[in-house]
C-alpha cells in the first residue's frame, strides 16, 4: 500500500471538508479503505474489489471511495472528531499481504492527532497481530462472516468462490478477537439476502451474540462487474423480520430458541401483539446496526428508497410505510 494515500467514502470526505457536494444523512462514522494499486486478495461474489471482478476499484457496496493523502484525511477527522461530527473512525481493508502493519501505520496516524474510537474491518488475524492492532489504538474489530451459513460462505467467498477464506478460521478469528477486545467490542458483519433463510440468520445472530461478537445488519446490494450483479435484493418485508430479530437478540429481550418458524421463517417473535408495536413505532430495530455511531449512510440502498438501514431515527411517516411493509398496515391505510 502507498501509506501516503487512503480512500475515503464520498460522504465521509464531504464530512472530514476534503471535497464538496451534498448529501441527505451526514455519516457520524469517517469510513476510510486502504489504498493499493490492484485488486484485494479474495474473491468475495458480492464485492467490485474482489481478485476477479470487473467492477470499480472505487467502490465497495455501492458507495464510491475517491483517493486522498493521509495527512489530509487525519486533519479532517483530528477537525470533524472535535466539532463532535465524527464519533467513530472505521479503516476497512483489503485483503492482502501486510495489511496489518498498513492498518497499524493508519490507527497509530489517528490516535497523533484525535482519541476518536477507532474500528478496523479486515480478514481474518493471528492473536499477536490483533494484540499489535489494539496497541496502535483500534478500539474493535471487525471479522466479517457475511453469509448466515457456511455452505453459501464457502459458495460466496470461501473454496467454491476460489477465495481464500474457511467458514472455522472465520469462527475462531472471531473468538480470539473476543479474547483480545473483549466481549462485544468485535462485529461481524452479516449480508441478508445471500439464499438463506429467515431461521439460519436468526440463528447465526444468536450464536454470534453468544460468542460475544455484535452482528452488523447489511441488505445484499447487486454491483455491477460483481458475479452477484444479477442476484436479487431481499425483500423488504423479509428484512424487516430479520431486523426486529436482531433487535430481540442483540438487547437479550429473546433468545432465537423463543422464536417460532413456519417453513422457516419467523411467525412468532414470541412478544405480545402490543410490545411488538411499541419496538415497532420507537424505529429503532430499523436503525443501521454495527459498531458504536455506525450509520452508513445509503451504504446498501438508494437514497430515493427503499431504506433498509435507516442512518437516523425514522419519521413517524416512514414508520407508517414500515408497518405496511411489515404487513401491519394496509397500503392506503394511514
Ligand atoms: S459495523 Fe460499521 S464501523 Fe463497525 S466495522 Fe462495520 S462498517 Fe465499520
Known amino acids: 500500500m502507498n501509506l501516503k494515500k487512503i480512500r475515503v467514502s464520498l460522504g465521509s470526505a464531504i464530512v472530514l471538508g476534503l471535497t464538496k457536494g451534498m448529501i441527505g444523512a451526514e455519516p457520524t462514522t469517517a469510513y476510510l479503505l486502504t489504498y493499493r494499486r490492484g485488486r484485494c486478495l479474495a474473491n468475495c461474489a458480492f464485492c467490485p474489489q474482489a481478485r476477479s471482478s470487473s467492477g470499480r476499484t472505487d467502490m ?14 487525519i486533519k479532517g477527522i483530528e477537525r470533524a472528531a472535535d466539532e463532535g461530527r465524527v464519533k467513530r473512525v472505521c479503516i476497512q481493508a483489503l485483503n492482502y499481504s501486510g495489511v496489518q502493519d498498513d492498518i497499524v ?8 492527532a484525535s482519541d476518536v474510537p477507532i474500528s478496523a474491518s479486515c480478514q481474518p488475524l493471528k492473536y499477536e497481530e490483533m494484540i499489535k492492532l489494539r496497541e496502535a489504538g483500534v478500539e474493535r474489530v471487525s471479522i466479517s462472516l457475511d453469509a448466515a451459513t457456511e455452505g453459501i460462505f464457502t459458495r460466496i467467498k470461501g ?8 467458514w472455522q478460521t472465520h469462527l475462531d478469528a472471531l473468538k480470539t478477537a473476543v479474547e483480545v477486545f473483549g466481549k462485544m467490542r468485535v462485529t461481524t458483519h452479516l449480508i441478508v439476502g445471500l439464499g438463506e433463510e429467515e431461521e439460519d440468520i436468526t440463528y447465526m445472530m444468536q450464536r454470534c451474540v453468544d460468542m460475544g461478537v455484535f452482528p452488523a445488519l447489511f441488505a445484499f446490494t447487486p454491483i455491477p462487474g460483481t ?6 435484493r431481499p ?20 433468545r432465537f430458541e423463543d422464536m417460532k418458524f ?16 411499541s419496538i415497532i413505532l420507537s424505529g429503532e430495530p430499523f436503525l443501521t446496526s454495527g459498531c458504536p455511531d455506525c450509520n452508513r449512510p445509503y451504504y446498501n440502498e438508494d437514497p430515493r428508497g427503499p431504506i433498509y438501514n435507516y442512518p437516523r431515527k425514522p419519521t413517524a411517516e416512514e414508520i407508517l410505510e414500515i408497518e405496511k411493509q411489515i ?6 391505510e394511514s
Do not use: C
Open 227 to 232: 458475479r452477484m450483479a444479477n442476484h436479487p
Open 105 to 112: 501505520h493508519i490507527s497509530a496516524s489517528i490516535r497523533s
Open 235 to 254: 425483500p423488504v418485508a423479509y428484512y424487516r423480520r430479520v431486523q426486529i430479530a436482531h433487535y430481540l437478540i442483540t438487547r437479550g429481550i429473546r
Open 159 to 166: 473454496e467454491l468462490a476460489n477465495g481464500p477464506y474457511k
Open 60 to 73: 465497495l457496496s455501492r458507495v464510491t471511495w475517491p483517493i486522498f493523502n493521509l495527512n489530509d484525511v
Open 327 to 332: 404487513g401491519l398496515r394496509k397500503n392506503g
Open 262 to 277: 413456519k417453513n422457516r421463517r419467523i411467525f412468532d417473535f414470541d412478544i405480545s401483539a402490543n410490545g411488538l408495536r
